[in-house]
């Protein structure tokens, strides 16, 4: 979910090695954004597992959400549901 919120982050290279206060407050601000679009997707209780011992819906809805951590102006989905079981969808 990081990675997807640190492509719109401002978090520079020397900000990283030295620690700053700076980055360590972009860092508290995108953990609070990535479990907050956790919780969006019904996957918080998720959050410190990893993403490959997830089942195949709940790694589709992962996918979703690395998606909208990015922020784009429009995200088209090509079969969104594919492999999903009828619960799943309907969550």
Do not use: C
């Not at 490959?52 to 102006?73: D, E, F, K, T």
């Amino acid at each position: 979910m990081l990675v997807g919120y640190h492509l719109q982050s401002a978090i520079g290279l020397a900000s990283i090695f030295w620690k700053t206060s700076g980055h360590r407050g972009q860092e508290e601000t995108l953990l609070r954004r990535a479990l907050d679009t956790l919780e969006f997707v019904r996957l918080l209780e998720y959050s410190d597992e990893m993403a490959i011992n997830l089942p195949h819906g709940r790694q589709r809805l992962l996918s979703l959400a690395v998606s909208l951590a990015a922020q784009p102006q429009l995200l088209l989905l090509d079969e969104p549901v594919t492999g999903m079981n009828v619960e799943e969808v309907e969550a």
